[in-house]
């Protein structure tokens, strides 16, 4: 976040994810500054809603429709649920709802292929080398910093993960 958040002043975010509470709270203290959360599930976006007093919108990542709306999207841990097919659909939409110059902001989880998790989720883990695959496709994103980190969960597992920044060009 401290990478993202000095290129906005008082300027729209675009927000996926509803259950990470903490991150819409760190936005939502900027002065000024204005959060379009959104999240698939209503139960989740009911539930962020509630935890935010702020409003979550129920929406799918595949049924966005904003044109140029934001000056900044924040997708932390958001796309890790979207088949890597469904990539080359979602991230055009994104780009679409940044206006000129926007930063995109996306972590996944450091993997690789498509599972079902034990809980029935679906996870789509990817390497430095495949997403390289899928940006290379969407030139209108130029990469501005790519970094690795590392989860401690519970347990003492580590869990790997990417993050990128792009900026959206003119």
């Not at 000129?100 to 998790?117: D, V």
Request: glycine share 4%.
């Amino acid at each position: 976040m401290r990478i993202f958040l000095p290129n906005f002043r008082v300027r729209p975010i675009f927000w996926m994810q509803a259950v990470a509470r903490d991150e819409t709270l760190s936005f939502s203290w900027i002065e000024g500054t204005r959060v379009t959360a959104i999240d698939a599930s209503s139960e989740l976006a009911r539930l962020a809603a509630e935890y935010t007093n702020q409003p979550c919108e129920v929406l799918r990542f595949q049924e966005m429709e904003f044109r140029e709306e934001f000056d900044g999207v924040w997708a932390c841990a958001s796309l890790l649920h979207i088949p890597k097919h469904d990539m080359y659909d979602v991230i055009p939409r994104f780009i679409r709802a940044l206006k000129p110059r926007g930063i995109f902001y996306l972590s996944l989880k450091e993997g690789e292929g498509e599972r079902m998790a034990d809980d029935g989720r679906f996870f789509c883990d990817y390497t430095r080398e495949s997403l390289q695959e899928i940006f290379v496709h969407f030139p209108s994103l130029h990469e501005l910093a790519f970094w690795r980190t590392e989860e401690i969960r519970n347990g003492g597992n580590r869990q790997p993960w990417l993050s990128l920044l792009f900026r959206k060009t003119e």
